[in-house]
Structure formats: structure tokens, C-alpha cells
């Protein structure tokens, strides 16, 4: 849940960032810092506005997912191991499947 309140705060610094960049664009001394500050400024928050809902997603689709896992083959997995480590238990599970596949194709 912190991860979305970061991500979140990131988004208002960024658009913050914008205005701060737009301010310094019309002062002529500081016009190629105020480009650079626009453009940086446009690039974080478009990237974590697009991340923002892919992580929330994530994080409140963990705790399904962990209850479905656990009771469909017998583990012990939290919320947060799956947030954190999805890519390895699904390997993982995709392995055991793969060996039950292999044991019960030796035993016909």
C-alpha cells in the first residue's frame, strides 16, 4: 500500500515540476533549464501515472491470487510474496506442473 502512496506523491512532484519548469521557460536567463525541466518533468509523470495503476492492480489482485495459489496446490504464500516475487513462484509452479506432467505421461 505504501507503494501506491509513492507513486502517487511522485505523480504530484512531477506535475509540480511542470510549473516549476513553465515558470522558469518565460524568465529568458533560465530558458534551456526550464526546457530541460518541462521535458524531464512531462516524462515522470506520464511514466508513473502509467505505472501507478498497473502497481495498484498488483497490489490488491495479490492477496486473490495468493488464496487461489494456496489452495490449489498446498503452499503457504502471502500477498506480499506474491507481489514481490510472482515471476519465481509461477515458475516454479509451472515446473511442478511440467514434472506431474512428465510422471504421469512415464506411468501410461
Known amino acids: 500500500m505504501v ?4 507513486l502517487a506523491f511522485l505523480v504530484v512532484v512531477f506535475v509540480a515540476l511542470a510549473f516549476v519548469g513553465w515558470k522558469l521557460i518565460s524568465d529568458l536567463d533560465h530558458e534551456g533549464v526550464g526546457l530541460l525541466t518541462l521535458f524531464l518533468s512531462i516524462v515522470g509523470t ?14 490488491v489482485g495479490a492477496p486473490t ?3 487461489l495459489l494456496n489452495q490449489q496446490f498446498g503452499t503457504h504464500y502471502t500477498a506480499d510474496d506474491l507481489f514481490w516475487g510472482s515471476d519465481i513462484i509461477s515458475s516454479v509452479i509451472q515446473g511442478q506442473r511440467n514434472r506431474i506432467d512428465l510422471t504421469t505421461q512415464s506411468k501410461n
Open 46 to 59: 506520464v511514466t508513473f501515472a502509467i505505472w501507478l495503476p498497473v502497481a495498484t492492480v498488483s497490489i
Open 65 to 67: 491470487k495468493a488464496a
Open 3 to 6: 507503494l501506491i502512496f509513492v
